[in-house]
């Protein structure tokens, strides 16, 4: 059975960085994509980046573009997420979520396309 594990959330004041990890084990995995998603308090759970696992294409929602970057290590089967500037709005549970099914790019945002996901990890910005 496939496992995602998040890891590398923390505490982080406005402004800092922080790099979020997140590792596949438990089968053999070539997913089409793997995304980064995120639930605030209160919140509904929200998109923040995707990347293509062939190609290495990019996806990021408007509110981190120039902030995050999502990135990916084929042969560890892990995926990243350095997040700079940091903003007290950016507070959240992240989780990590694979597609293995769905080769549609156009809809990258869509969490419904993900059927793996990881069980978080929290991040909390200071002010």
């Known amino acids: 059975q496939l496992q995602l594990v998040e890891s590398g ?8 960085s922080l790099n979020l990890s997140c590792g596949a084990s438990g089968r053999p995995f070539i997913p089409f994509a793997m995304a980064w ?3 605030g308090p209160g919140k509904a759970r929200e ?3 995707a990347i293509t696992w062939h190609y290495g294409s990019t996806f990021y929602a408007d509110s981190v573009t120039g902030r995050f970057t999502i990135s990916r290590d084929n ?12 903003k007290p709005e950016n507070t959240a549970v992240y989780f990590c979520a694979a597609d293995e099914g769905s080769p549609f790019d156009s809809a990258r945002y ?3 396309l993900y059927g793996c996901w990881g069980q978080g990890t929290q991040v909390t910005v200071s002010s």
């Open 9 to 16: 959330g923390g505490l982080v004041q406005a402004g800092g």
């Open 75 to 86: 042969a560890k089967n892990m995926v990243y997420l350095q997040m700079n500037s940091q």
């Open 47 to 49: 998109f923040v980046a």
């Open 110 to 112: 869509n969490e419904c």
């Open 37 to 39: 998603f995120r639930q």
